[in-house]
């Protein structure tokens, strides 16, 4: 092995510490670890020998890698014995005044050509290299957890970083078998800036009385693909760590509406329900398991009242041949007979709202989401307005239930939820690229790597189709009088146009 950093130091060695470590060890470079906590870095590195010890015992590695792995890692007890190191990342906590000091004394140590790297994950890369002397050697390197199993770094250049050493640090990355993404120093970078819609709109949703945590995660579990609905993904990562982010992005867009954060998580926050590592968040755990209430049962109707669908529903062939395999009688006149339930399919705006529009009855009103092909989706979602009937809510349920599918059914929303969340995802990433933050090509890598989405968000939008996402965001915007869903320029533009996401202006 010939890495292009021989000797690296990392200073901080908590659970981020010690999988970057693991990971340049692995790359063939010697690591030393320092830590302000007596034996920390000893402790470390014990630890890491364990790691690699379950990985040969797991038939992942060979015993005399293990071995060779092992004696390239050395504890350091003082940040002096980092001096000879050819790169240093820091991992330390997230104080500003923190990694400044640290920094200003690493440089007074370390030879000239010591490239000297921040794994912040929310403070400005400019803002900790403002005291250095040589800001020019000063980048930020976000790695995400757990280290070895996340493949994406973030690669930041502030102001006045050295082309050349983001470029090194990037071919670094490839040889510990990462990818490499390049960031511009903005609030978030590109994977916690481009995640701020998922949690913050379902969120949203929930403080409307829509929906609940649960039904929230299934509707974008199965209509969309996500892995971990946003409530379970919260639980998961602790409103400790996720709200401060939320907070922290949302104050330093100067309290841009697109990140606006929620009471909600701040109160679950101050009570202490922080999720699974409490044992309470949004769900209860038992012994480490979720717990969850299952789902209503689909109602039990005994005469289905004939369906008239409106000719403005958006996908209103797909609706009616829906209708006509789920074994509907479907009214063909030019408007709904008095004992009909009548089905609307809206882009962005209530249920509400398109009854009063189009003269419908109200309580025989239904809403059903069709942004998403049903074809490609394990879930149907259904929407009442307030004067929809139970009779005729639950008819709807058990109709399009009929062939096995699950059917949630949800208050009236503006852009029901995938809607909603969906548009909000691409709209953020859309800006980021219109900041130009990071290339399309680079934001697509980030997201997919970093939060696991099924897509990445520019793909999303192209997927479900611009000029939809865009007529949700005006209608939605429209329905809310909210500034948080006005749509990027970029979306804008490209949806007018009908161009791809992806595309970069030459």
């Known amino acids: 092995m010939n890495p292009l950093y021989k000797t690296v130091g990392i200073v901080g060695t908590g659970a981020m510490g010690r999988g970057i470590a693991q990971i340049a060890a692995q790359a063939g470079s010697v690591v030393k670890l320092f830590d302000l906590q007596p034996d920390a870095s000893q402790k470390a590195k014990t630890e890491l020998a364990a790691q690699w010890d379950k990985m040969v015992a797991k038939n992942r590695l060979d015993s005399p890698t293990a071995e060779a792995h092992k004696t390239r890692v050395l ?96 071919g670094y990355a490839k040889e510990m078998g990462h990818t490499a993404v390049l960031a511009q120093d ?94 309470e968040g949004f769900y209860k755990y038992d012994a480490g398991v979720m717990q969850i209430a299952p789902e209503a049962p ?59 529009v189009e003269r419908l009855d109200p309580a025989r009103t239904i809403g059903i989401d069709m942004l998403i092909d049903d074809g490609a989706t394990k879930r149907r ?18 109709l399009f239930a009929r062939d096995g599918k699950a059917v949630s059914v949800i208050r009236d929303s503006g852009g029901f939820v995938t809607q909603r969340v969906v548009a909000t995802i691409v709209n953020i990433a859309s800006d980021i690229c219109q900041q130009g933050i990071c290339s399309p090509k680079d934001l697509e890598t980030a997201v997919t790597l970093g939060l696991s989405y099924p897509l990445g968000p520019l793909a999303m939008g192209d997927r479900y ?28 533009r490209r949806g007018a146009i009908g161009l791809s996401l992806m595309h970069e202006e030459s």
């Open 381 to 398: 979602v259904l929407a009442t307005n307030p004067a929809t009937r139970t009779d005729m809510r639950d008819a709807a349920h058990a």
């Open 186 to 279: 903005t609030p978030g970078f590109i994977v916690n800036h481009a995640g701020r819609g998922y949690g913050t709109e379902a969120l949203r949703i929930v403080g409307e009385g829509i929906a609940d945590f649960a039904t929230i995660d299934r509707i974008l579990r199965d209509q969309v693909g996500f892995k971990l609905g946003p409530f379970e993904l919260m639980d998961l990562t602790a409103l400790d760590v996720s709200h401060p982010v939320m907070e922290s992005v949302y104050h330093q867009y100067y309290e841009e509406a697109r990140y606006r954060p929620s009471v909600i998580t701040a109160q679950r926050l101050a009570g202490g329900m922080l999720g699974r590592k409490t044992g």
């Open 75 to 170: 504890p350091a007890a003082t940040l002096a014995e980092l001096a000879d190191c050819d790169l240093i990342i820091e991992a330390v906590v997230e104080r500003l005044d923190v990694k400044q000091t640290l920094f200003a004394e690493l440089e007074s140590l370390v030879l000239p050509q010591c490239v000297l790297v921040t794994n912040t994950s929310s403070l400005s890369v400019t803002a900790i290299a403002a005291k250095l002397k040589n800001p020019q050697r000063f980048a930020g390197y976000h790695f995400f957890n757990p280290v070895p199993l996340m493949k994406v770094v973030e690669v930041i250049a502030g102001l006045k970083t050295d082309t050349a050493v983001c470029a090194q640090l990037s």
């Open 298 to 356: 689909v109602p039990d109707v005994a005469e289905m009242p004939p369906i008239w669908v409106s000719p403005r529903a958006s996908r209103r062939s797909e609706l009616l041949q829906l209708l006509k395999d789920l074994g509907a009688k479907i009214e063909t006149g030019a408007s709904a007979s008095p004992k009909a339930l009548t089905l609307v399919a809206p882009l962005g705006f209530d249920i509400t709202t398109v009854a009063v």
């Open 465 to 492: 189709g611009p000029t939809n996402i865009l007529e949700v965001l005006f209608n939605m915007q429209t329905v809310y009088g909210d500034q948080r869903y006005r749509p990027s320029p970029w979306l804008r």
